[in-house]
C-alpha cells in the first residue's frame, strides 16, 4: 500500500521492506492470494494462502534433483515449501535485499539452506546462464515489472527446451475503468497488469507452449473478505508492530481496494513449456 505513481524496482523493494511484518501478523510467510476451492470464505486467511500454495505445487509438478528459479520469491515460503515437498533444488531471486536475507535466515531455521539460495536480483536480467533450470515459477510478482513481455522472454532464456513454468497473476477484466486500474496499480505498487485473453499470446511470443490457462478469479476473491478480518482479529499486533493511524489506514485503504478489485479484477494460473529449439 503505497502512494507512489510508477512503479519502479526500487519502489516495489522499499514497499515490502516495509510491510514485511505486516503480511506476516495478518497471514503467513506467503505474500499471495489465499485459495477457496468453493468460493466460501470460511477458515483464515492463513490457511486458504496453504492451500493456494499446495495448488501451485502440484501444478508445477516438479521432481526431486531439478532446478528452479523463482522469481519474485518474497519471504521464501512458497520456495522452501517447493524444495521441501519435492527434493528439487531453489533459486530464489526478489527486488528487495531484505527480504532475500530473510528468506535465507527462514530457510537455515528450518533445515532448507542446503536446498534452497536467495539472491537479491532484478527479473528484468537474471543473473542465470541460458537454460541453466528445470522450471520456473513467479507466484503474484509480474505485476510489479517493468516489462512482462521482457520478464517472460528472461524465463524462456534461463530454462531448458522442455522446462516447465508457472505463473501467477493478478489481471484486470478489459472493462475496467482507467480509476480502476490506476487505482489498483498504486495500492499493489503494480507496473502493469494484463488480461486473461491477452496471456496466450504473451507467454507464446515469448517462447512457450501453453498448457493450461485457469480462472481461479472466484476462488480467490474471499481473500477480501479475509484478510478484513484479520485486520480486525490482529488489530491490537498491528498497532504494536507499526501505529494506531497505521492500523486505521490500512483497513480504510483495503475497504477501498476491495471496492475496485469486487468490479474488475480476475486472477489467472498459467503452465506453460519452453519450445524446443528449433532443429
Ligand atoms: N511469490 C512470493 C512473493 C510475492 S510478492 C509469494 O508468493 O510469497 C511479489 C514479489 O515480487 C516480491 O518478492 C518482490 O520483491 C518481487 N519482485 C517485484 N519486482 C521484482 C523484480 N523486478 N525482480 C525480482 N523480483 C521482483
Known amino acids: 500500500m503505497s502512494t507512489e505513481i510508477e512503479a519502479t524496482p526500487e519502489s516495489v523493494a522499499r514497499h515490502y521492506d516495509s510491510v514485511t511484518p505486516f503480511y506476516e ?18 477458515g483464515s486467511f492463513g490457511e486458504a494462502q496453504q492451500r493456494f500454495t499446495d495448488l501451485l505445487l502440484g501444478q508445477l509438478g516438479s521432481q526431486a534433483g531439478q532446478r528452479v528459479i523463482d522469481v519474485g520469491c518474497g519471504l521464501g515460503e512458497p520456495a522452501i515449501q517447493l524444495a521441501r515437498s519435492t527434493g528439487c533444488k531453489v533459486e530464489g ?4 535485499p531484505l527480504q532475500a536475507a530473510q528468506a535465507g535466515k527462514w530457510a537455515n531455521q528450518l533445515g532448507m539452506g542446503g536446498q534452497t539460495t536467495f539472491h537479491r536480483g532484478d527479473a528484468m536480467a537474471l543473473p542465470f546462464p541460458a537454460e541453466s533450470f528445470d522450471a520456473a515459477w513467479a507466484i503474484e510478482s509480474l505485476f510489479h515489472m517493468p516489462d512482462r513481455a521482457a520478464v517472460l522472454r528472461e524465463l524462456a532464456r534461463v530454462l531448458r527446451p522442455g522446462g516447465r513454468m508457472l505463473i501467477a497473476d493478478i489481471v484486470l477484466s478489459a472493462d475496467a475503468t482507467p480509476e480502476d486500474r490506476s487505482f489498483l496499480q498504486r495500492a499493489f505498487v503494480a507496473r502493469s497488469f494484463s488480461t486473461t485473453e491477452a496471456y496466450p499470446a504473451l507467454v507464446r511470443d515469448a517462447g512457450f507452449e501453453l498448457e493450461q490457462l485457469l480462472d481461479v478469479r472466484e476462488n480467490v476473491l474471499p481473500t477480501f473478505g479475509a484478510v478484513a478480518s484479520a485486520l480486525r482479529e490482529k488489530e491490537a499486533e498491528v498497532r504494536q508492530a507499526y501505529s494506531e493511524d497505521f492500523l486505521a489506514g490500512v483497513q480504510g485503504q483495503w475497504a477501498r481496494i476491495t471496492e475496485h478489485a469486487l468490479r474488475c479484477m480476475g486472477y489467472i494460473v498459467l503452465t506453460a513449456k519452453r519450445r524446443p529449439l528449433e532443429e
Do not use: E, V
Request: aromatic letters at 14%; charged letters at 10%; proline letters at 5%.
Open 25 to 42: 501478523i495478518i497471514g503467513s510467510r506467503s505474500l499471495h492470494f489465499g485459495y477457496w476451492p468453493q468460493g466460501d470464505a470460511g
Open 93 to 96: 531471486i526478489t527486488i528487495s
